[in-house]
Structure formats: C-alpha cells, structure tokens
C-alpha cells in the first residue's frame, strides 16, 4: 500500500540544496542566507553530515548551533528539510561498537575517514539511528520552519551488501520467514545443483567471496534481503520522526544508478518521493538518461510530484572525467525534472566545500564567489521557478509504459549469463531513446501493474516474469493492449529457474512464439535481418524461434539464425503482442517502432531534433515545457501563455538555442468545446 502523497507545507515550486553550515564560521551563515534570499531558495537540507556535532558523545547531545541555523533560516523565511545525519556515524560510535561496521564479501571490515560505513543489521546502529532520529524530532518537529524530514542520505551507496555476522545472522533470520522449512528453501534454490542442499539453517552462509559462481537463487535473495534491510532502517527511522512529527518525511533516492533498492518498494514507504540525479558526462546524450531517471522517479511514485533533491550545478567529482556544464545547461537539465513531475529543484551543495573529498564538485555558490557565471544562472533559475507556481501538482499523464523492474536488473546482471553484451539497463535506454526522440512521454511499471491504461507496454529486458507477471501481462494483450517483447525476456521464474517449457514460455500465448535455443553472437559479429523489404543490422544476439501462431515480420538473413524468424507480430485477443528476437540498431529499432505506433495508434509528436517538450496536466490548464537542447533557434506551433516570458503566444512559440520555456496552454478538452 502507497503511503498517500504529502507534500511539504512551501509556497510554489521548491528551490534550493544541501546546506551545510558547520563547514563555515558563523558570520558565513547570515551571508548564507543573505544570498538564498536573493537566489529565491526557500527550502535547504540541512544536518545530513552532522550527527557527531549533534550527538558529541554517545547519548549526549548538543543542538545549540543547530537551534540557531534553524532559527536564523525560519527568520529569512526559508524552510528547513531536516536530515537525520545516519548515513554516517561520527567516530565515537565505531569506537565504541567496532561489531557494527559493515563486512565485504572478501571479509574485510571496512574503515572509517568516509561515510557509510555502518552495518545496518547491527543493533548498535539500528539503536544508535533511532535514538538521534527521535531526539531530532522531539526537538524540531513542531518546528515552524521544518517542513520535511530528509531521512538518511542515499541509502545502499556506498555500503549497501554486508557480510558481517549480523548480517549473516539476519539473513538466517530472513530466509526463515521467506520460506518456512528448508525444503522450500532448497526446492527454491535448487540445492540439488552442485550439491548445496542444506539441512540447518545455521549452514546456510552470506554469498561471500566463493571458489566460483554462487547460486543465483542465492545471490537474488541475498539482493532483496540486502534491499529490505536497508528499507527497515529507513522505515524504524521514519516512525521514530512521526512519533514527535506530522511532517512529510523523505529519503533520497538515486533513480540513475539502478542500485541495490527496489524504488517500487521504497516509494510505498515514504510520504513524498526524492531523487538525486547526476549526469553521466561520458554520456553525450546525457538528458536522455536524466529523462529516464526523471520517468521512473515519478512512476515510482505512480505520478505524484517529486522533490529533485539533488544535482549539480556544474561538475561532479566522483566520474573519470567530470565535465563542466555549460551556460544554460542547468536550467534545462533543471526544467527536464521539472517537466517530468518535479516540484522541488534542489541542488548539492549550496557553498562549495573548501576541505575533504568533494572540495572540486561544484555548488550553488562555487569557489568562485558570486560573481560567476554559476551564481549567475543560479539566480536566474530561482526567479523562473518562483514564476511557476501554479504549475505545482499538476502530473504528467503518458501512453506509453516500459517495464522496469529490480528484481529483472538484479537477475539478469548475475554472472553467467549466456552472453556478456546482454544489458538490461542499455536495452531499456535504447527503446526509451526512440520514444524520447519521438517526443512520446513515457512511464515505467512493473509487469504486476493494472497496464491498462497505456496504449503501449515494452519490456525491453523481462529476463526475470514469474508465471503470474506473464499471465498480466498476456491479459493486457488480450484486453486490447499492444505489447513489444525485447529478447531475453520471461526466461526464469521468481527464484532464476527456467520457466517449464523453456525461454519464453509464459508468454507463448501473446506473442504467438516459443525460443528454442538462443544464439549469441561473437563481439563484433554483424547480423542481418529484413523487415518490408528492408535490409536492418543486427547485432549481439540472435534466437531459433519456434513460431506457433504469430506472424514473420522480419526474418534474419544472415547470420546464426538466418531462414528464421526475427521479428514477430501476433493477434492475441482484441490486441498484439510483438517479439523482437535481436539487436536492432537505432535505425532498424526505429523501422520497428514505426509499425508498433500503427498497432497502437501512436504519431511521434514531430517536434525539431534535440527538442524536448512534456505536459503536465493541471486541473484548469496543461503546462508544456519545452527544452532545446539543441544549438539552433527553434519555433512550435504553440497557444497559450509563456509563464518565463510573461507573454501571450500567437500561435507559436519560439525557443532560443539552449533555452527553456514554460507554456500554459488549455486542455484538449477545452480546445474541442
Ligand atoms: C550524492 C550525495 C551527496 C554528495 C553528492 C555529490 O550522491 O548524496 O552527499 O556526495 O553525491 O557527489
């Protein structure tokens, strides 16, 4: 069950970032907020790092400085997301409790002098996290200027998996309740395999560094049990808060790093979802990652607003290479989040860090001071978004769903597999790429969801559909839905066995088509296959697919699987269920799509390349935001008001290069009355 969404008591759309004034001396603090005031930040994170200046020595607390941060922001009028700093445990508490720090795989407890360290099966934290979480809510829940708890920070990085023996003894624990008696576990395992069948529960080990590969079954619930783990602490932190609070209480998550929590799960425990979205900078088409972390942020949290709660203003300094933003790209990076349902942007950190580890990450107000360019834009920024208040709540509404899973990711990402170029994560942005340029918005699901309300589902990467997921999804088909199927799909069950009847199975009656072997191929290997007289390259992976009632949309012409069936398209009930068995590239994905938004009843919006531009659907009016991305002048056939301009359009809408805009616009309905 979804928590229902509660959004922070803040007027219009939220701004600002991690704040960390116990970095500063204090005259630093009234410049601070002398300066927020001017960039139009109304809400900061604060104390997400500061839980050994909080609680000095165990159980001993010290809230004076922060008495009077929190003071000094709710006099200027800037609200307070208030952290509980566990993300980092100061050095008394592994000095006092050196059992609770997390284990690697190879046995090795890990050091202090970063962050996250702590194991979080340990009592000692679990205690330790809960008693500071209280002791911050008994004093400043009630607290005017504290609108939102920000529990934690970016829980599972860098420590997610741990294999102390807390852990392991948990995991025990786990399993017990997972599956009850040892049969079931080694049914579910499939112990028979390799000889691994356990008859205590106590044999039973963390996968830790082994002599080769580990059970899979094994490693997929070690994932979720590592996953639900971190989600009890969020969640004992979280009723801690609402003990002393009524605020909406947050963690944030990393949507682009597809890591080891299951967002679905996660976004069902707090009262409003955040994300921290960082740019691939080796990604030249970096927004269409932001785009997908965007989506499924929101879909997460099936549709409600969200907080961006972190990005940068310019370089990051974690990547190989951490490339600058240019002018204007943070406001477009900005306005794609918010486009995409956020209504809070938020940055970290607002003053760079003159010492320690991300000292070269930029801010709001770099190094630099503020006369820079950074400050500049910063600035700018904070006066568009206190322009589009009333673009607040409004939700994003798409046709299209594809279907992202965790567990799917997980599964799939396990060692050996039948080909190493099998990427979930790059098939996903490869279908979601042609989307994006069609200018056709986008949700992610589960393969669970009620998908009746999309036109069109694509599972890019199912490699992981239990038999019920498949039967959903064959009923979505049935019922009228459209359905693109990526290989390497609906090939193992819940627990990574081969479904009966082999690869595919559980969809045979939607996509009218069994896999009979699959055929990689070798690195480089090119492959054909021809759709509508068309000749298309293929590559990576091929399949001998046994074809029971679809028809043959394109057939491979060379390579492995050549005379046999490539691409697929069955009548299943009142709807169609596609197939497609290989690597098309971009050009050939796009022949296919094409013939998809026919069966679906799709039109690619025919904006100009590297355009940008997503609805929001408000109660009185639609939101269009448009972002060029591209280096050239751009018009769009467009009624309505320009929200950043301040100005009636006449029917069209011209974006400079690199620019933004918001357009308020009447609904379709409205239009046809
Ligand atoms: C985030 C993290 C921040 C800061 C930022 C920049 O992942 O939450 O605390 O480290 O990255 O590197």
Redesign the pocket.
């Known amino acids: 069950m979804h928590a229902t969404p509660r959004w922070p008591d803040l007027p219009g759309i939220a701004f600002g970032g991690?704040y960390t004034p116990e970095q500063w001396p204090r005259d630093v603090w009234d410049e601070d907020v002398a300066l927020m005031r001017e960039a139009g930040v109304n809400l900061v994170s604060i104390g997400?790092f500061a839980w050994g200046l909080i609680e000095v020595r165990e159980g001993e607390f010290d809230f004076t400085w922060l008495d009077e941060v929190i003071a000094l922001l709710h006099a200027n009028g800037i609200r307070v997301d208030l952290g509980t700093p566990t993300a980092s445990p100061p050095a008394w508490f592994f000095a006092n409790h050196p059992d609770a720090r997390a284990v690697t795989r190879d046995g090795v407890p890990l050091g202090f002098g970063a962050r996250g360290m702590a194991s979080h099966s340990a009592p000692a934290y679990r205690e330790a996290s809960v008693r500071i979480a209280t002791a911050l809510a008994a004093r400043y829940g009630d607290h005017p200027a504290v609108v939102l708890w920000h529990v934690h920070?970016?829980y599972g990085?860098p420590v997610g998996e741990d294999f102390s023996p807390h852990a392991v003894r948990e995991w025990r624990r786990w399993l017990e309740r997972r599956y009850g008696t040892l049969d079931a576990l080694n049914a579910a395992w499939g112990t028979a395999f390799w000889g691994q069948h356990y008859g205590e529960w106590d044999h039973i080990g963390a996968p830790a560094t082994a002599p080769s590969t580990i059970n899979p079954a094994q490693l997929l619930d070690f994932a979720r049990f590592t996953d639900d783990q971190l989600r009890a602490c969020f969640i004992a932190e979280r009723d801690a808060i609402r003990a002393h609070s009524d605020r909406p209480i947050t963690t944030?998550f990393?949507a682009n790093q597809h890591g080891g929590c299951d967002l679905w799960k996660w976004a069902a425990e707090v009262d409003v979802v955040s994300d921290?979205h960082?740019l691939w900078a080796a990604d030249e088409d970096a927004e269409i990652g932001l785009a997908i972390a965007a989506d499924l942020t929101r879909s997460v949290g099936r549709g409600a607003p969200w907080i961006l709660m972190?990005h940068?203003t310019s370089a990051?300094?974690?990547q190989p290479r951490n490339i600058a933003k240019r002018a204007g790209e943070m406001a477009r990076n900005s306005f794609s989040h918010l486009g995409r349902g956020a209504d809070g942007i938020l940055f970290?950190q607002w003053r760079a860090s003159r010492s320690g580890a991300?000292k070269f990450?930029s801010a709001m107000i770099p190094h630099a001071g503020t006369s820079s360019r950074v400050f500049r834009e910063v600035t700018a920024l904070g006066g568009d978004l206190g322009r589009l208040g009333e673009v607040r709540g409004s939700r994003v509404v798409a046709d299209v769903a594809i279907l992202w899973d965790f567990e799917s990711f997980w599964a799939q990402g396990l060692e050996w597999r039948p080909s190493e170029d099998l990427d979930h994560s790059e098939r996903v942005r490869a279908y979601y790429e042609r989307l994006w340029r069609d200018g056709i918005t986008v949700d992610f699901a589960l393969p669970s969801h009620d998908l009746s309300p999309y036109r069109l589902v694509i599972a890019p990467a199912q490699y992981l559909l239990s038999a019920a997921d498949a039967a959903n999804l064959t009923a979505y088909v049935a019922s009228g839905g459209v359905l693109v199927t990526s290989f390497f799909s609906a090939v193992v069950d819940e627990n990574d066995a081969v479904h009966p009847g082999g690869f595919g199975a559980p969809l045979e009656p939607a996509l009218g088509v069994r896999v009979e072997e699959h055929l990689p191929l070798r690195h480089s290997q090119a492959g054909e296959i021809v759709l509508d007289g068309a000749a298309l390259a293929v590559d990576v992976w091929q399949e001998d697919l046994v074809v029971t009632s679809a028809e043959v949309r394109a057939a491979y012409t060379a390579g492995p699987a050549a005379g046999g069936a490539a691409v697929t398209r069955n009548v299943h009930g009142d709807g169609v269920g596609w197939y497609v068995s290989t690597r098309p590239d971009a050009a050939g994905l796009a022949a296919i799509l094409a013939s998809v938004y026919r069966d679906a009843g799709l039109r690619p919006a025919g904006l100009p390349a590297g355009v940008e531009a997503i609805t929001r659907r408000g109660a009185d009016a639609d939101y269009r935001v448009v972002i060029n991305h591209s280096g050239e002048r751009v018009s769009l056939e467009m009624s309505g008001t320009d929200l950043l301009a301040q100005a009636d359009l006449e029917g069209v809408l011209t974006v400079e290069a690199g620019a933004v805009a918001v357009v308020r616009t009447s609904h379709p309905q409205q239009e046809q009355q």
């Open positions: 991690d997400i920070n970016e990085v944030n990393m921290d960082y972190e940068s990051v300094n974690w970290f991300e990450h």
